[in-house]
């Protein structure tokens, strides 16, 4: 069987014969060490070096012809897969280092050199993946043993010559929401200790995101009541609805309080048929902006029970009517303030 160069793709033996190569055991080892008080010296680390691999070689074709071929062929500007065909499964990172030089025969129908390979990882890389699994548990990449304890140990034999991190596949046989792995590095953990009781965590979902007209129209409805749900002073005797850039109070009804528009959004089953959650998040933007001193707003977000009994809310409020001072508040089931943040409705919020 032909020996065989290929490299960035391409088989340099289909132009030229190879004579020899040169390839080293392995590269070489930097050492550092520290001189010791009393005698030699202590040993503080090590590194291994880039390596050269030098291909001989003969022309088939005349020497213009391979001059100009093999130039092209090895001119790649990164590292490329160097593989020889008796390392089937291996190949190198490698680069051209240097030019190579040609010695032309009297006659002029051939010439010799020397490419040399720069390696600058200092070390060949395997191109088969070696699996270890249950099947073939106990051969010579190594055993899977299952303890009494629900715990696995797993001894893996590297059959290369240097350190490799494996790639772990795992599959739970049972309801298990934990993995932890412990290796002679350092541990790993992945997953909820507490999750092994046969249930999935429930999802989280998104009930509403009126983000369109379309969005708002199919979701919500005039509400019915007369008030806020949060205080009956404040009179739902106006309409709100749908605007190019957004929601807006189209008519604001009448009062001697805040009064405006109110719609209605029921909150529908979730996946699992639930309606209503103990945790759950609400938000909206808002673009608050006083044109002129004295303007004064209210507007609220509030959640209520099947019957419309209020639940908790919130929402922005300003009734300062000298300056552009507004409060973002929340509000109890008792209807009755719990906190608020103050913020400038002046184009300027913060």
């Known amino acids: 069987m032909a020996f065989t ?3 960035d793709g391409n088989f340099l033996t289909d132009h030229m014969r190879i004579i020899d190569v040169h390839r080293n055991l392995g590269a ?5 060490t520290e001189e010791n008080v009393f005698s030699g010296a202590d040993f503080v680390r090590s590194r291994r070096d880039k390596s050269t691999i030098e291909v001989e070689f003969r022309t088939f074709d005349n020497i213009t012809t391979a001059r100009r071929l093999l130039a092209k062929l090895t001119s790649s500007s990164i590292p490329a897969e160097l593989i020889f065909s008796d390392e089937p499964n291996l190949y190198y990172q490698a680069i051209r280092q240097g030019e190579i030089t040609l010695t032309e ?3 002029k129908l051939f010439a010799t050199g020397t490419i040399t390979f720069l390696i600058p990882a200092g070390e060949a890389v395997s191109i088969d993946t070696k699996v270890l699994n249950e099947s073939n548990s106990g051969n010579e990449f190594g055993t899977i043993t299952h303890n009494a304890d629900g715990s696995t140990k797993v001894i893996i034999n590297n059959k290369g010559s240097l ?3 494996p790639v772990l596949s795992l599959t739970s046989s049972s309801e298990n929401g934990y993995y932890g792995i412990a290796t002679v590095n350092g541990v790993m953990e992945i997953g909820n200790k507490e999750e092994i009781d046969g249930f999935d965590y429930t999802q989280s979902e998104t009930l ?3 983000k369109t007209q379309a969005d708002f129209t199919n979701s919500f409805s005039p509400s019915t009541l007369a008030y806020s749900p949060q205080s009956s002073i404040i009179l739902a005797n106006g309409t709100l609805a749908w605007r190019t850039d957004g929601l807006r109070a189209t008519t604001f009804g009448t009062g001697s309080s805040f009064h405006g528009g109110q719609q209605v959004f029921e909150v529908p089953a979730d996946s699992e048929g639930n309606v ?3 945790n759950f998040r609400s938000d909206f933007n808002i673009f608050a902006r006083a044109d002129a001193n004295g303007q004064t707003g209210l507007m609220q977000v509030m959640f209520t029970d099947a019957d419309d009994k209020f639940l908790f809310g919130y929402g922005v409020y300003k009734i300062d009517n000298k300056a552009n001072t507004a409060k973002f508040k929340f509000w109890n089931s008792d209807k009755k303030e719990r906190s608020s943040i ?4 002046n184009n300027a919020e913060k």
Do not use: H, R
């Open 5 to 7: 160069v290929k490299y």
């Open 28 to 32: 070489g080892i930097n050492s550092t």
């Open 105 to 107: 025969s009297k006659s």
């Open 163 to 165: 350190e490799t991190p």
């Open 208 to 210: 509403l995101n009126a």
């Open 276 to 278: 209503g959650a103990v």
């Open 342 to 345: 103050d913020f400038e409705a």
